[in-house]
């Protein structure tokens, strides 16, 4: 244990050092952090040139420095849009973690310890040279014994310790953060914390990915222009994973006048697999770049790379179907209203201006044709004004926000000519048929009748119940104010400071009282009357260190402090 407290000191020291090396000392000064490197003179100066690059960068820079952890952290919140300002998940979303790859021998070594026999049981060969290598893990091509071409993602040794220590500081940084960063409060710091740590030991665990990839499958059985690798269960556990090898190009790789690619259908393809993962399977794909999507025969996708996945419910796909189908149409009270429904505000917000402020960023795309529309920059400021409005967003909202970007960034590149609006239009309206059809048991419209059914059955008997209370004097209203509590928490540290206050005069009046009547000394001096004295220096001193200073320590406020 003290070993383990010593390391983590050390390393909490280094993470000090590193923030104010990049330009974030200010930070350090104003939390219990800069304890750690001896206050203001313990930490390093930001270097000139540094000074000149904007902080998204070496935001940027920061992390890399920091080591894996944060690496992967930072590509996290490049998927958070609804956390961080548009200039800093552009900029992490080019964060790559590449290292230098670990042998031959190390890599053997891991699948053995995870297999529990050498490598050469199960592998005819395994190419030594990394496809690709990151972080956490790097994969290999290999060859079963019975010929099946696959690749082996294997995770680096000793990774997982260090990873969940650095987890352990980074909750402790976001409590700090909690206390002195003014807008962590629209999101508790430790609760995302909390979530990031879930997704990096999720990460580490490689048959959640199996999972994914089994899952996404069965989703895609039906849809024959969709290809997932498929996984081996036999040689795949939690520190290796091996599946089957998709040989193909990267979608945005596509020659233009090639005729064995058709990129308008590729591109039609990728819209109707988007709209189906999200409306249908309620399963989509969290991290869609090009890299993760290759092109096989016959036009077919084959999707890569599952660590990340989005996961909605019935009514999260119905949401956003009215959302997208809002959006098409410019409604803004049906935008504001969903937005502050599925949000979760920080604080009661003013609807009326909210709406209104929705129909300015609206405004700004009104009498283009959809075609003319930028998608990515009208959802960007969508959620910067939940942001504004300190609306929590839901993270899976968040998540597919920046998925959708992401492909229509694809989708621009390889069909620069196609209208990604409104190619996606009739999907939306075939959806909001199909969930309000009368004909259909699973659609929408029943449910609608049973809960007007429900309210017609309820609302009779919540009335008369508060008929009979009002009638029995048993009615009563709870009123929630913060100013009261507020109010409440000023006269109690009041009372305490005067409670303080009257025992040090009493010291004081005794220690004077001991010191005429009974001058017990110890080498000349009187004991007594010094530790009344003592005592009474030590309360009024506690009490005006609390009066001057608990409360008063403005937060920091990031978005005023960026724009600088």
Same mark, same amino acid.
């Given at each position: 244990? @003290?070993?383990?407290?010593?390391?983590?000191?050390?390393?909490?020291?280094?993470?000090?050092?590193?923030?104010?090396?990049?330009?974030?000392?200010?930070?350090?000064?104003?939390?219990? +952090?800069?304890?750690?490197?001896?206050?203001?003179?313990?930490?390093?100066?930001?270097?000139?040139?540094?000074?000149? #690059?904007?902080?998204?960068?070496?935001?940027?820079?920061? $992390?890399?420095?920091?080591?894996?952890?944060?690496?992967?952290?930072?590509?996290?919140?490049?998927?958070?849009?609804?956390?961080?300002?548009?200039?800093?998940?552009?900029?992490?979303?080019?964060?790559?973690?590449? #290292?230098?790859?670990?042998?031959?021998?190390?890599?053997?070594?891991?699948?053995?310890?995870?297999?529990?026999?050498?490598?050469?049981?199960?592998?005819?060969?395994?190419?030594?040279?990394? @496809?690709?290598?990151?972080?956490?893990?790097?994969?290999?091509?290999?060859?079963?014994?019975?010929?099946e071409r696959v690749v082996i993602k294997v995770q680096r040794p000793g990774i997982a310790p260090t990873i969940?220590?650095?987890?352990?500081?980074?909750?402790?940084?976001?409590?700090?953060?909690?206390?002195?960063?003014?807008?962590?409060?629209?999101?508790?710091?430790?609760?995302? =914390?909390?979530?990031?740590?879930?997704?990096?030991?999720?990460?580490?665990?490689?048959?959640?990915?199996?999972?994914?990839?089994?899952?996404?499958?069965?989703? =895609?059985?039906?849809?024959?222009?969709?290809? $997932?690798?498929?996984?081996?269960?036999?040689?795949?556990?939690?520190?290796?994973?091996?599946?089957?090898?998709?040989?193909?190009?990267?979608?945005?790789?596509?020659?233009?006048?090639?005729?064995?690619? /058709?990129?308008?259908?590729?591109?039609?393809?990728?819209?109707?697999?988007?709209?189906?993962?999200?409306?249908?399977?309620?399963?989509?794909?969290?991290?869609?770049?090009?890299?993760?999507?290759?092109?096989?025969?016959?036009?077919?996708?084959?999707?890569? /790379?599952?660590?990340? #996945?989005?996961?909605?419910?019935?009514?999260?796909?119905?949401?956003?179907?009215?959302?997208?189908?809002?959006?098409?149409?410019?409604?803004?009270?049906? +935008?504001?209203?969903?937005?502050?429904?599925?949000? #979760?505000?920080?604080?009661?917000?003013?609807?009326?201006?909210?709406?209104?402020?929705?129909?300015?960023?609206?405004?700004?795309?009104?009498?283009?044709?959809?075609?003319?529309?930028?998608?990515?920059?009208?959802?960007?400021?969508?959620?910067?004004?939940?942001?504004?409005?300190?609306?929590?967003?839901?993270?899976?909202? =968040?998540?597919?926000?920046?998925?959708?970007?992401?492909?229509?960034?694809?989708?621009?590149?390889?069909?620069?000519?196609? /209208?990604?609006?409104?190619?996606?239009?009739?999907?939306?309206?075939?959806?909001?048929?199909?969930?309000?059809?009368?004909?259909?048991?699973?659609?929408?419209?029943?449910?609608?009748?049973?809960?007007?059914?429900?309210?017609?059955?309820?609302?009779?008997?919540?009335?008369?119940?508060?008929?009979?209370?009002?009638?029995?004097?048993?009615?009563?209203?709870?009123?929630?104010?913060?100013?009261? =509590?507020?109010?409440?928490?000023?006269?109690?540290?009041?009372?305490?400071?005067?409670?303080?206050? @009257?025992?040090?005069?009493?010291?004081?009046?005794?220690?004077?009282?001991?010191?005429?009547?009974?001058?017990?000394?110890?080498?000349?001096?009187?004991?007594?009357?010094?530790?009344?004295?003592?005592?009474?220096?030590?309360?009024?001193?506690?009490?005006?260190?609390?009066?001057?200073?608990?409360?008063?320590?403005?937060?920091?406020?990031?978005?005023?402090?960026?724009?600088?």
């Amino acid at each position: 244990m @003290l070993k383990k407290a010593t390391a983590d000191l050390a390393r909490l020291r280094t993470i000090a050092r590193v923030m104010a090396r990049h330009g974030f000392g200010e930070w350090i000064e104003r939390t219990r +952090l800069g304890a750690l490197v001896g206050g203001r003179r313990g930490l390093p100066k930001l270097a000139p040139e540094e000074q000149r #690059v904007s902080t998204a960068r070496r935001f940027r820079n920061l $992390l890399v420095e920091l080591g894996p952890t944060f690496v992967k952290v930072g590509q996290i919140l490049s998927a958070r849009p609804d956390i961080l300002p548009t200039t800093f998940t552009d900029e992490l979303a080019g964060l790559q973690d590449a #290292v230098p790859p670990i042998s031959a021998a190390e890599m053997r070594a891991q699948i053995a310890a995870a297999l529990g026999a050498p490598a050469e049981e199960f592998f005819a060969s395994i190419d030594d040279t990394p @496809l690709a290598s990151a972080s956490i893990a790097q994969v290999h091509r290999a060859v079963l014994k019975t010929g099946e071409r696959v690749v082996i993602k294997v995770q680096r040794p000793g990774i997982a310790p260090t990873i969940r220590a650095d987890l352990d500081l980074l909750i402790y940084l976001a409590k700090i953060l909690e206390r002195s960063v003014a807008e962590v409060g629209i999101y508790s710091a430790s609760e995302v =914390a909390r979530e990031f740590e879930r997704a990096l030991l999720s990460e580490l665990d490689f048959t959640n990915e199996a999972n994914n990839l089994r899952a996404f499958a069965r989703a =895609a059985a039906k849809r024959e222009f969709i290809v $997932l690798p498929k996984v081996h269960d036999a040689l795949t556990r939690k520190t290796i994973l091996t599946m089957e090898e998709l040989i193909g190009i990267k979608i945005t790789d596509v020659p233009k006048d090639s005729p064995d690619y /058709d990129r308008a259908l590729l591109a039609s393809r990728l819209v109707e697999e988007g709209f189906t993962e999200v409306f249908e399977d309620g399963l989509f794909h969290g991290d869609p770049h090009p890299g993760n999507i290759l092109v096989l025969p016959g036009n077919k996708l084959g999707l890569l /790379d599952l660590g990340l #996945v989005g996961r909605l419910s019935k009514s999260m796909q119905e949401t956003i179907i009215v959302l997208v189908m809002a959006i098409a149409l410019r409604d803004a009270d049906t +935008l504001a209203r969903l937005i502050y429904k599925v949000g #979760v505000p920080d604080e009661r917000i003013n609807l009326s201006r909210f709406r209104s402020d929705i129909h300015e960023v609206l405004d700004r795309y009104l009498g283009l044709q959809l075609a003319e529309v930028d998608s990515p920059m009208l959802l960007r400021d969508l959620l910067d004004l939940a942001m504004r409005y300190r609306i929590r967003v839901p993270k899976e909202f =968040a998540l597919l926000s920046k998925s959708s970007i992401t492909l229509e960034g694809i989708l621009r590149r390889i069909a620069p000519e196609m /209208d990604v609006a409104a190619a996606a239009l009739p999907h939306s309206k075939r959806l909001m048929l199909e969930r309000y059809n009368p004909r259909s048991l699973s659609g929408g419209f029943f449910k609608m009748l049973l809960t007007l059914q429900g309210l017609v059955q309820d609302v009779p008997t919540q009335v008369a119940q508060i008929l009979m209370d009002l009638e029995g004097g048993k009615f009563s209203v709870r009123m929630i104010a913060p100013e009261l =509590a507020s109010i409440d928490r000023h006269i109690k540290a009041l009372g305490v400071i005067i409670f303080m206050g @009257l025992i040090a005069s009493g010291l004081i009046i005794g220690s004077f009282t001991l010191l005429a009547h009974y001058p017990w000394e110890w080498r000349g001096l009187p004991v007594l009357a010094l530790l009344g004295l003592a005592s009474a220096a030590w309360l009024f001193g506690a009490a005006v260190t609390w009066y001057l200073f608990s409360g008063r320590l403005k937060k920091i406020h990031v978005r005023r402090w960026l724009k600088k």
